[in-house]
């Protein structure tokens, strides 16, 4: 039996067509990764059947049985713990979060001093933000600022005791800002 060896080589370049229609779209990256194989499809009706059940509890937990509006925390209690609320009542209670907003933000640093830690804050953003983006120059210097500088700017800020600043003891310190501070 004789064998051919016989080769082809294409001379001129063709041009570039799209990918086929099967290939591309919502349909086939759905087909790809979510109903790719039956164990794929499996859990991905699983996980549907999940959140239809889990999200419109959430909603109606989080927003429409939520109390928004009040001074603090006694409008969400229910009748048996002293409030307006009937019992078995379950929501959200927003209006506590409102009212203690500044709690949760800055512990109990002081309110007139709250203006230091958001300098510090928007301080990091804007160094952290130009080391995120690629084509940002000069990222050696703003590393320099972000890693070295700005932690002895945000000590002097948030400790105070200089620079007219009054002093902040660390036992004060607290809150989401302060702690990402």
């Not at 859990?43 to 959140?51: C, N, S």
């Not at 603090?72 to 209670?93: E, H, K, L, M, N």
């Not at 200089?162 to 501070?181: I, K, Y």
């Amino acid at each position: 039996m004789q064998e051919h060896d016989m080769s082809w080589v294409r001379t001129e370049m063709t041009l570039a067509q799209p990918a086929p229609s099967s290939e591309r779209g919502l349909t086939a990256w759905i087909r790809k990764n979510l109903i790719a194989t039956t164990g794929d499809a499996i859990l991905t009706i699983v996980g549907i059947a999940l959140v239809a059940m889990i999200l419109p509890q959430i909603v109606n937990w989080a927003f429409i049985n939520a109390q928004w509006i009040g001074p603090d925390r006694s409008v969400c209690a229910t009748v048996a713990q002293g409030g307006i609320q009937p019992d078995g009542w379950t929501g959200a209670c927003w209006a506590f979060v409102n009212a203690k907003f500044g709690q949760f933000m800055f512990g109990t640093y002081p309110v007139e001093e709250r203006w230091r830690p958001i300098v510090v804050a928007i301080l990091f953003v804007a160094l952290l933000v130009p080391l995120l983006i690629p084509r940002v120059p000069r990222k050696g210097l703003n590393a320099i600022l972000l890693f070295l500088a700005l932690p002895v700017v945000a000590f002097v800020l948030l400790v105070g005791g200089m620079f007219g600043l009054p002093h902040v003891e660390t036992s004060r310190w607290g809150g989401l800002l302060v702690t990402l501070s």
